[in-house]
């Protein structure tokens, strides 16, 4: 079975700087998709980005990017210039094989401090 | 993205009784899930919701406790059935493939 775990379960960033949440993930399958989901308050799960586990390069998307390392199983997300909007709860989440179903970890509280 | 909403948003119930959660989305969808988030908690799917077939559901969890509709590629119900405290939670439900885009949520509160 497919586990995720995040080992951080609160973690705290000055505005303006940048800050990484990790993410490792087990699985025996080859062909896979990761994903950081985000949410806020208002309970809206908002999808961050997003890695194909058969692509190399680290998935960008404006000030989030990904640190993907396939074989130690690792996918972590930096946030850069963080923002007081950027405080929320952020899942890591795994989905492989055909059925599509996404299993999330624990969850990182982040808090953008002003 | 698929537009997703759900109804009710919230709602407060009592012991014993069962509660319809709508989910409709803005275009047609092969895969649909249900998903519970208990307080504190992260999620856990529990069910896939197959149109014109029974509900997949994962380890866990029941038809008898949470039936499942799909009439078609646009809408899905989850019940909630015979409610105990320890069903509060928000149920969200999913849409996608490859990537899988979230409702809104409906909070439960079971007193």
């Known amino acids: 079975a497919q586990t995720v775990t995040q080992s951080q379960p609160e973690m705290s960033v000055q505005e303006a700087e940048t800050v990484t949440l990790s993410c490792t993930y087990d699985?025996?399958?080859?062909?896979?998709?990761l994903f950081w989901y985000k949410q806020p308050p208002s309970r809206q799960m908002i999808l961050v980005i997003r890695?194909?586990?058969?692509?190399?390069q680290n998935a960008t998307e404006n000030r989030f990017s990904v640190n993907f390392q396939k074989a130690a199983k690792s996918f972590s997300l930096k946030i850069s210039d963080s923002q007081l909007g950027d405080a929320a709860m952020y899942f890591c989440?795994?989905?492989?094989?055909?059925?599509?179903?996404?299993?999330f970890g624990k969850g990182t509280l982040l808090t953008v401090n002003p | 993205s698929a537009v997703i909403s759900q109804k009710p948003s919230r709602d407060i119930c009592q012991r014993g009784t069962s509660l319809t959660i709508q989910c409709q989305v803005d275009?047609?969808?092969?895969?649909m899930f249900w998903y519970r988030q208990q307080p504190g908690q992260s999620l856990t799917l529990i069910a896939t919701?197959?149109?014109?077939?029974?509900?997949?559901?994962e380890s866990g969890f029941v038809i008898d406790k949470f039936p499942i509709s799909r009439p078609n590629l646009t809408f899905s119900t989850l019940t909630v059935s015979n409610m105990s405290p320890e069903d509060s939670s928000i149920y969200l439900c999913?849409?996608?493939?490859?990537?899988?885009?979230f409702g809104p949520g409906t909070r439960l509160t079971v007193l």
């Open positions: 999913s849409v996608g493939r490859d990537l899988l885009f």
């Open positions: 699985t025996s399958e080859s062909d896979y998709y």
């Open positions: 890695q194909e586990a058969y692509k190399q």
């Open positions: 989440a795994y989905s492989g094989g055909s059925n599509y179903k996404l299993t």
């Open positions: 275009s047609q969808v092969t895969m």
């Open positions: 919701a197959n149109q014109g077939s029974e509900a997949t559901y």
